[in-house]
């Protein structure tokens, strides 16, 4: 692949499991990136700007399934896709 830059890269929600091969030194547990070893809370770096992801019930029930840190305490207390709502209060399609 020759040389890669992903200082701009947005892997928030993306997916990843044991083969991926990641760049030397690049961070990729707290990418916001779903897979072994992630680290899904806290700010991720998503471009130039840092977001803080609002994970469904149903997506953290599955990350953890991919190896995901994640524990069963914040999956309790994550809201399910049915109770979410946007920022203006309407429901996510």
């Given at each position: 692949m020759g040389s890669v830059r992903l200082s701009k890269a947005v892997f928030l929600e993306a997916l990843y499991d044991k083969?991926?091969?990641?760049?030397r030194g690049f961070d990729y547990r707290n990418s916001g990136a779903i897979g072994p070893e992630a680290n899904l809370f806290g700010p991720k770096k998503v471009g130039d700007i840092w977001v803080l992801a609002d994970w469904s019930k149903e997506s953290l029930i599955w990350?953890?399934?991919?190896?995901?840190?994640?524990?069963?305490?914040?999956?309790?207390?994550?809201?399910?896709?049915d109770e979410s709502r946007m920022l203006d209060g309407s429901r996510p399609e």
């Open positions: 083969d991926t091969k990641w760049p990350a953890k399934q991919c190896g995901a840190n994640v524990t069963d305490e914040q999956i309790s207390k994550a809201k399910s896709r």
